[in-house]
């Protein structure tokens, strides 16, 4: 296997942090639904904007409550609350923003993963222990009857439905200037992109490469925005749109495409499930088919936050999205593509934000 040269060291192989660092985490724990709740209220009810504004001026209470509109009560408890966040620091009964407050405020990252939070997540949290205990997305009520998130999320409502979309692409659309010239290393004729979502890989690749033919595999929800998108960007006769479950095993995929892709697809299924999903590909493949897939694995990050940020994510999946699937550990995930009966020939580390590139081929 091929491997970009890059030396990531291992995480949380110790446990560096300090008793006095370590009370900390802990109250933060105890108390973090209201440290989340709080910290919502400040954002979303504009007391760190309005703190912002103050700049090196900083804010009373009276004059943040005045331009919020909420009460002076309101306000005094949560900028104190604020305090302890290191959200706001305090000078002469005058708050500032901090550091941290800053990144909440105007970190596109944090603010997509907020708002995923509090829009998809959030309410559901609570259901967490009983989709473990039923393997099943229970959480997932507080958006809909449905049995996975997938079945419902071109119906979602909003504004869960916008920091869905938002969360899934601000993370594959960052890697998809870096994947683009790995994919078109060898031009491929045509395409198949497994689990297109609204089509986003596909116009990429239409935009980058005049020549080639996509093919798009997804539920019909999701094949629906596909198509829309792409006929409204004007390549219409260039994309063939497959509806497919790719977890009924009467079903096969596809065949007659050269290179196949999965962005951010596999980590939707279970690993039983990834294996099945692979042994479709394995099946409308031959010794020259390119097969890539496109994950973020926790363990394969350059920061312990990164991957915090992943491991975080796989409770989404646990309790909003399937029940079964997460944010996997690459060790883990390799062994699933041997089991199908594919090689790694290349791993591209690091693409975007935090991406792994994997290319198969398909072991005789």
């Given at each position: 296997?091929?491997?970009?040269?890059?030396q990531?060291k291992?995480?949380?192989?110790?446990?560096?942090?300090?008793?006095l660092?370590?009370i900390?985490?802990a109250?933060?724990?105890?108390?973090?639904?209201y440290?989340?709740?709080?910290?919502?209220?400040?954002?979303?009810?504009?007391i760190?904007h309005?703190?912002?504004a103050?700049?090196?001026e900083g804010?009373?209470?009276?004059?943040?409550?005045?331009?919020t509109?909420m009460?002076?009560y309101?306000v005094r408890?949560?900028?104190?609350?604020?305090?302890?966040m290191?959200l706001?620091?305090?000078?002469?009964?005058?708050?500032?923003?901090?550091?941290?407050?800053?990144?909440?405020?105007?970190?596109?990252?944090t603010r997509?993963?907020f708002?995923?939070?509090?829009d998809?997540c959030?309410k559901?949290?609570?259901?967490l222990?009983?989709s473990?205990?039923?393997?099943?997305?229970?959480?997932?009520?507080?958006l809909g009857?449905?049995?996975?998130?997938?079945?419902?999320?071109s119906?979602f409502?909003?504004?869960?439905?916008?920091?869905?979309?938002?969360?899934?692409?601000y993370?594959?659309?960052?890697?998809?200037?870096e994947?683009?010239?790995?994919?078109?290393?060898?031009?491929?004729?045509r395409?198949l992109?497994?689990g297109?979502n609204t089509g986003?890989?596909?116009?990429?690749?239409?935009e980058y490469?005049?020549?080639?033919?996509m093919?798009i595999v997804?539920l019909?929800?999701?094949?629906k925005?596909a198509?829309?998108?792409i006929?409204?960007?004007?390549?219409?006769g260039?994309?063939?749109?497959?509806?497919?479950d790719?977890l009924?095993?009467?079903?096969e995929?596809?065949?007659?495409?050269d290179t196949?892709?999965m962005?951010?697809?596999?980590?939707?299924?279970?690993d039983?499930?990834?294996?099945a999903i692979l042994?479709?590909?394995?099946?409308?493949?031959?010794e020259h088919?390119?097969?890539f897939?496109?994950e973020?694995?926790?363990?394969?990050?350059?920061f312990a936050?990164?991957?915090?940020?992943l491991?975080m994510?796989s409770l989404?999946?646990?309790?909003?999205?399937?029940?079964?699937?997460q944010?996997?550990?690459?060790k883990?995930f390799?062994q699933?593509i041997?089991?199908a009966?594919f090689?790694?020939?290349?791993?591209h580390?690091l693409?975007?934000?935090?991406?792994?590139?994997l290319?198969?081929r398909?072991?005789?």
């Open positions: 296997m091929e491997t970009t040269n890059i990531l291992p995480l949380f192989e110790e446990d560096n942090v300090r008793a660092e370590a900390d985490r109250q933060m724990i105890a108390f973090a639904p440290v989340w709740e709080a910290s919502r209220l400040l954002r979303d009810k504009g760190l309005a703190v912002e103050a700049r090196s804010i009373t209470i009276a004059d943040a409550a005045a331009q509109g009460s002076p309101g408890i949560l900028l104190e609350a604020g305090l302890g290191s706001v620091y305090r000078k002469e009964n005058r708050y500032f923003l901090a550091k941290t407050g800053h990144i909440l405020l105007n970190h596109e990252m997509v993963n708002d995923f939070m509090r998809v959030y559901g949290s609570p259901s222990e009983a473990i205990e039923h393997n099943k997305p229970e959480g997932l009520k507080t009857d449905w049995n996975t998130l997938y079945e419902g999320l119906s409502p909003s504004p869960a439905k916008e920091s869905w979309l938002a969360f899934d692409h993370y594959s659309d960052n890697a998809f200037p994947a683009l010239p790995i994919v078109f290393n060898t031009p491929p004729a395409l992109d497994i297109g986003k890989w596909t116009l990429a690749c239409l490469n005049d020549q080639v033919h093919g997804d019909p929800g999701q094949l925005m198509e829309q998108n006929d409204a960007a004007g390549y219409t260039r994309v063939s749109y497959h509806t497919h790719v009924n095993p009467a079903l995929l596809p065949s007659g495409y196949i892709w962005s951010q697809f596999l980590d939707c299924f279970a039983d499930e990834i294996v042994e479709k590909c394995y099946r409308v493949a031959d088919t390119r097969i897939i496109n973020t694995f926790w363990d394969r990050q350059r936050t990164s991957a915090f940020a491991q994510t989404y999946f646990t309790n909003i999205a399937n029940g079964n699937s944010m996997y550990d690459s883990v390799y699933l041997d089991k009966g090689d790694i020939v290349q791993q580390d693409i975007g934000l935090s991406h792994t590139i290319e198969l398909k072991r005789p």
